[in-house]
């Protein structure tokens, strides 16, 4: 009823006056409002201003309003519960009408009235007013020469999905408690109110348990090494472990209060029965009794020693995981702990004795329920001690347990609406869009991690419920979550850097209608957010300034494309190897390239630059712009005259994974060809390895077609470690003919002692220089 009654009075107001929801005033806030009328004049604050509260939870959270113009504006708010007849005043007061969380928002020249039925509500009202602030309100000293007002607007405002998550693993990279602080004020800011602290996996345990102290004097200590992530090898026996850390029981007891202060709720998450190496190593007995290598804490993927798990026939390790619950339920508030339950190996267990009478004593025929009784058990207790499960969708493999919550993470997320067919609650945080450990932009500007690209843009467009999904399940749907895995930080600024600005579209998503997309308009409250983020001091990303290319042939000619995510930039590009000015060329369309060229190009707005430069160093060989036949939807990179980074996913590479591939470059016409180099890439950790065996064959009618060359490679030379770009090249002297033909041979699997043992290989190739 209240909701009509105020839609009702918008439309009033926009029949009499015409306004519309922007106004004639631009209202900055993310998440967008469900409901926002703008008005004429602001609200100023000043020493004077008087903030009116109710009862004192109300004045809590007046003291973070008041508290934002302690130091740049030097003086601050007064609070009482006294009716205030000052010039400017702020009224909380509660109306039990609104639904939870939800608040109404007006604000006039001389009053801001808020209303809430509940602390959330204060609190996120309070936040879309800190937005609307000018950014210096984040300053962390005195500011001079500004009005601290607001314009005047009405507001109503409600979330769309009551769960609005954020993952931190904190377990491959140990995140400090005062970081973890600062992350919790920024994700409130945006009103999510979820967040999931990954405690344990197997590169470290992250929480103090006083029963068992090995946990975190063992468990939370790791090798060092130099390498990337997925380039690091296990720990040999005796090594030092220097790196890590771990919160006690105090220090969590802090980051909870913090977070309840700002509105989150803080999940645990205690994985099992796999990414155990950490707790593991502490107390190996809890390993199947058929592991006999040594346990250890591991810096990387793990290779084998990432199949050793928990031993589902062991009753210590239900007795053990029973006393971690005991101490995790007592110590964290939530409703929720999170019990993992992905990825789950089950080697051992197929081995072990005590896994297999296990199986016979509960009449288990297949392994995979194995895991589902483990599950079921564990939940079970957790359900004792008044908390509800929260599970990956792997738990969906077997039978669910009852009431638990599915994380729907697996490809595009789809094993949780498989969840909420069978009625439980399911959360999306699909990997394919919503894991921030993903490139957010243009790879060659972007620090190394894993995979392929989750933009701004890609994050910001998705809409959790897909149109053919059945009513009742989508109705089980309760929110999303972005997830930051930490593989590839090492300082809280990388992790700023990958949440940020990315979160601010998680929480759109999660707070604003499917019906509100709007991505320009997101663009410029989002700049109005990034001046607040710049006196905060973080360290967000502006990978949305830079440029995407696309160079494809065309026979005698290249072309040029550039792209970037923002509609907003202006394109500038030079030819000649100089820097692109505000008063270079203004790219239009495809630039037409038919020799040697270096384009530099990069995006501007206001006669500034915003992205950085773009370099396409294009050389042209006999194989420039060449057609490839017998190939890919990828295979146009191998003759486009660009060389690729030392990133194999950035799109300049072609690749082909556990085969054998041919391809063949039609010249147009005979050619003699001294010389043929093709560009080879090595990133050990992903697998991305050299041929076993490149073969180049000549022919005039693609019919017939006669060797002119091969290389075979050792397996030292294939897999050698590390990330090397290596040229190949083939002296073809005297070798003629219309079509080149490359025929490369795939190395079969990687070693034993390989970062990933027993896994199919990539080979991949960037360009063929014919010469």
């Not at 971690?324 to 080697?347: Q, T």
């Not at 979160?503 to 209608?513: H, K, T």
Request: charged fraction near 20%.
């Amino acid at each position: 009823m209240a909701k009509d009654k105020f839609l009702l009075f918008f439309f009033i107001v926009c029949l009499v006056t015409g306004c519309s929801t922007s106004g004639p005033t631009e209202i900055n806030i993310i998440p967008l409002p469900e409901q926002q009328v703008a008005g004429d004049g602001r609200f100023t604050f000043n020493k004077r201003t008087v903030i009116q509260v109710e009862n004192p939870e109300q004045a809590s959270i007046a003291g973070l309003l008041a508290g934002l113009f302690t130091t740049p504006a030097r003086f601050t708010p007064n609070i009482n519960t006294e009716i205030s007849h000052a010039s400017t005043v702020i009224a909380f007061s509660t109306d039990t009408t609104l639904a939870a969380e939800s608040y109404k928002l007006d604000i006039t020249s001389s009053t801001i009235s808020i209303k809430a039925a509940d602390n959330p509500g204060f609190f996120y009202a309070v936040q879309s007013i800190r937005q609307l602030l000018p950014p210096a309100i984040e300053s962390k000293e005195m500011v001079n020469n500004i009005q601290w007002s607001i314009p005047n607007l009405t507001i109503q405002d409600s979330p769309r999905f009551p769960y609005r998550g954020l993952l931190l693993d904190v377990s491959r990279y140990f995140i400090p408690k005062e970081n973890v602080i600062k992350l919790i004020d920024y994700m409130a800011m945006l009103k999510l109110n979820r967040l999931h602290l990954h405690l344990t996996d197997g590169n470290g345990w992250r929480l103090e348990i006083k029963k068992y102290p090995r946990l975190t004097e063992v468990g939370a200590w790791r090798v060092a090494r130099d390498t990337d992530f997925s380039q690091r090898k296990n720990a040999k026996p005796g090594e030092p472990t220097p790196v890590g850390g771990f919160y006690t029981q105090e220090d969590m007891k802090e980051i909870i209060a913090y977070a309840c202060t700002r509105q989150v709720e803080i999940i645990p998450e205690i994985e099992m029965p796999a990414h155990t190496n950490a707790s593991l190593a502490a107390y190996p007995e809890l390993a199947c009794p058929v592991v006999k290598d040594s346990i250890s804490v591991i810096p990387g993927m793990g290779a084998h020693a990432s199949e050793i798990v928990y031993c589902a026939g062991n009753e210590k390790v239900f007795s053990f995981l029973e006393d971690v619950i005991d101490e995790v339920a007592d110590l964290f508030p939530s409703h929720y702990i999170h019990l993992g339950g992905d990825e789950a190996s089950k080697v051992n267990w197929a081995k072990c004795p005590l896994c297999r009478a296990r199986m016979k004593a509960e009449g288990i025929t297949d392994i995979e329920d194995l895991q589902g009784y483990f599950m079921n058990r564990m939940a079970d207790y957790v359900k004792s001690k008044g908390k509800q499960v929260i599970g990956w969708d792997e738990l969906t493999n077997s039978k669910i347990p009852d009431g638990a919550i599915i994380q729907g993470w697996q490809g595009l997320g789809t094993a949780g609406y498989k969840a909420g067919l069978q009625g439980h609650q399911f959360i999306m945080t699909p990997a394919r869009i919503l894991y921030l450990i993903r490139y957010q932009g243009p790879q060659w500007f972007e620090p190394r991690t894993y995979f392929g690209n989750n933009t701004l843009k890609d994050v910001y467009t998705y809409e959790p419920i897909q149109p053919d999904w059945e009513p009742q399940a989508a109705a089980n749907l309760i929110g999303v979550q972005g997830c930051l895995w930490t593989e590839f930080c090492n300082s809280p600024e990388d992790v700023e850097y990958l949440i940020f600005p990315r979160l601010a579209a998680v929480a759109e998503i999660a707070w604003s209608g499917k019906d509100t997309k709007d991505w320009p308009g997101f663009l410029k409250r989002l700049d109005a957010l990034t001046r607040h983020y710049d006196y905060l001091g973080v360290n967000y990303a502006r990978s949305m300034f830079n440029l995407d290319h696309l160079v494809t042939g065309n026979n005698d000619t290249l072309h040029v494309a550039l792209t970037c995510i923002r509609p907003d930039m202006e394109v500038r590009y030079t030819t000649d190897g100089s820097e692109p000015q505000a008063t270079s060329p203004l790219y239009r369309d495809s630039l037409v390239i038919t020799n040697d060229m270096i384009i530099k190009a990069a995006t501007f707005a206001n006669g500034k630059q915003k992205g950085k430069t773009l370099t396409l160093p294009l050389h042209w060989n006999k194989a420039t712009a060449r057609p490839i036949l017998d190939g890919n939807d990828q295979t146009y990179r191998l003759t486009n005259g660009l060389r690729g980074s030392d990133k194999q996913s950035d799109f300049e590479w072609c690749g082909w994974y556990g085969k054998d591939t041919a391809f063949t470059i039609d010249l147009g016409k005979t050619e003699s060809f001294n010389r043929v180099t093709i560009g080879c890439i090595i990133n050990y950790g992903m697998g991305a390895q050299l041929p076993k065996q490149i073969t180049i064959s000549a022919s005039n009618d693609n019919k017939i077609f006669t060797q002119i060359s091969e290389k075979h490679f050792t397996p030292e030379e294939i897999f050698r470690e590390g990330i090397h770009i290596e040229d190949q090249l083939f002296d073809t002297t005297g070798a003629t003919g219309r079509y080149l033909r490359i025929d490369l041979k795939n190395p079969g699997k990687c070693p034993e002692d390989h970062t990933r043992p027993g896994q199919d290989t990539w080979m991949y190739i960037d360009e063929v220089i014919i010469q």
